[in-house]
């Protein structure tokens, strides 16, 4: 009996021994399996953000290499438009620019205002986009007053010139808006005609070209709603910009044949002059009116037009 208890007791202390080394085998097992499991997350990880880093790196060299070739572009728009600044004067522009100075010369001799009331920026280029693309609107002559800001479009034409030529004031040269009308029907709105005397070569006689020049009011219309839009956005100024035609004719006209402007257009917000007179009275009275810009604004608003930078646009 004594014998069979032992066995019995030697039996229990094996199967207690199988037990624990078993269940010691299945701990050891269970942790090599969550350390391999561990060890597989931490490099697919590491994998993972690698390969994110990496196109990280390579939208940063893109991001990088489109901003560069952005500023590159940017500054070449500016270097062009500057040397298209300097050299797209044409001669009506630089007599106009002569007569503008002398007018401020004299309006500063007789202390009507200071020279620094009155600014005259010759060839001004205001940008703008447009379906995401910069663009300018030139500018022959900005004249800058207490009393407001002026946009003047030159145009030095020989010939005589019908100006605001539609279909319904055409009277008695409908014949010629039925002549040259298109499909699209050009003379439904103001066009501008110039009657230009040539002679002929062949017969030697006299004869007439005539030439057609779309409408200078809406065209300078359309620049000035731009500057003022420009203004509003850099200079936190909404105001008004009067739009000009200067037709730029002499005080007399060449021979007395053919020569001068006949104004058709009844077009009241696009102020319109032939010549040099009409040009300088207008000023001279602008600068009798009420100021609404101060010595101060005057030179912002200058400032910020001559240092225009294309590249913040």
């Given at each position: 009996m004594w014998y069979g208890i032992a066995g019995l007791a030697a039996a229990l202390v094996v199967c207690i021994w199988y037990i624990f080394y078993q269940k010691r085998k299945m701990t050891k097992r269970h942790s090599n399996l969550v350390e391999k499991m561990t060890a597989e997350e931490a490099a697919t990880k590491a994998s993972m953000m690698d390969e994110q880093n990496e196109k990280e790196r390579l939208h940063k060299e893109e991001v990088e290499q489109l901003t560069n070739t952005y500023h590159y572009?940017?500054?070449?728009?500016?270097?062009?438009?500057?040397?298209?600044q300097a050299y797209s004067k044409n001669k009506g522009e630089i007599i106009t620019h002569q007569i503008l100075g002398e007018m401020k010369s004299?309006?500063?001799?007789?202390?009507?205002?200071?020279?620094?009331?009155?600014?005259?920026?010759?060839?001004?280029?205001?940008?703008?986009k447009e379906k995401g693309l910069i663009k300018t609107r030139q500018i022959d002559h900005l004249v800058i007053l207490p009393t407001g800001i002026y946009v003047i479009e030159t145009k030095y034409?020989?010939?005589k010139v019908v100006h605001g030529l539609n279909r319904k004031n055409a009277g008695d040269l409908s014949f010629i808006t039925d002549m040259m009308?298109?499909?699209h029907d050009d003379f439904a709105t103001d066009q501008t005609l110039i009657f230009v005397p040539f002679k002929d070569d062949e017969s030697e006689q006299s004869s007439i070209r005539?030439?057609?020049y779309g409408d200078p009011a809406k065209q300078v219309k359309h620049t000035s709603y731009r500057l003022k839009q420009f203004l509003?956005?850099?200079?936190?100024?909404?105001?008004y910009v009067t739009p000009i035609v200067y037709f730029g004719y002499p005080k007399e006209s060449r021979n007395g044949a053919l020569q001068g402007?006949?104004?058709l257009s009844d077009d009241k917000q696009v102020k319109r002059f032939v010549n040099e007179k009409g040009l300088t009275d207008f000023f001279a009275n602008e600068c009798s009116k009420k100021a609404v810009f101060s010595t101060e604004d005057i030179g912002a608003i200058k400032e910020t037009?001559?240092?225009?930078?294309?590249s913040r646009i």
């Amino acid at each position: 009996m004594w014998y069979g208890i032992a066995g019995l007791a030697a039996a229990l202390v094996v199967c207690i021994w199988y037990i624990f080394y078993q269940k010691r085998k299945m701990t050891k097992r269970h942790s090599n399996l969550v350390e391999k499991m561990t060890a597989e997350e931490a490099a697919t990880k590491a994998s993972m953000m690698d390969e994110q880093n990496e196109k990280e790196r390579l939208h940063k060299e893109e991001v990088e290499q489109l901003t560069n070739t952005y500023h590159y572009e940017i500054n070449k728009l500016q270097m062009n438009i500057n040397e298209l600044q300097a050299y797209s004067k044409n001669k009506g522009e630089i007599i106009t620019h002569q007569i503008l100075g002398e007018m401020k010369s004299s309006i500063v001799a007789k202390e009507i205002l200071g020279s620094s009331d009155l600014h005259i920026l010759p060839n001004v280029f205001i940008p703008y986009k447009e379906k995401g693309l910069i663009k300018t609107r030139q500018i022959d002559h900005l004249v800058i007053l207490p009393t407001g800001i002026y946009v003047i479009e030159t145009k030095y034409w020989r010939g005589k010139v019908v100006h605001g030529l539609n279909r319904k004031n055409a009277g008695d040269l409908s014949f010629i808006t039925d002549m040259m009308a298109s499909e699209h029907d050009d003379f439904a709105t103001d066009q501008t005609l110039i009657f230009v005397p040539f002679k002929d070569d062949e017969s030697e006689q006299s004869s007439i070209r005539i030439k057609s020049y779309g409408d200078p009011a809406k065209q300078v219309k359309h620049t000035s709603y731009r500057l003022k839009q420009f203004l509003s956005e850099e200079c936190h100024i909404d105001t008004y910009v009067t739009p000009i035609v200067y037709f730029g004719y002499p005080k007399e006209s060449r021979n007395g044949a053919l020569q001068g402007v006949i104004d058709l257009s009844d077009d009241k917000q696009v102020k319109r002059f032939v010549n040099e007179k009409g040009l300088t009275d207008f000023f001279a009275n602008e600068c009798s009116k009420k100021a609404v810009f101060s010595t101060e604004d005057i030179g912002a608003i200058k400032e910020t037009l001559e240092g225009i930078e294309y590249s913040r646009i």
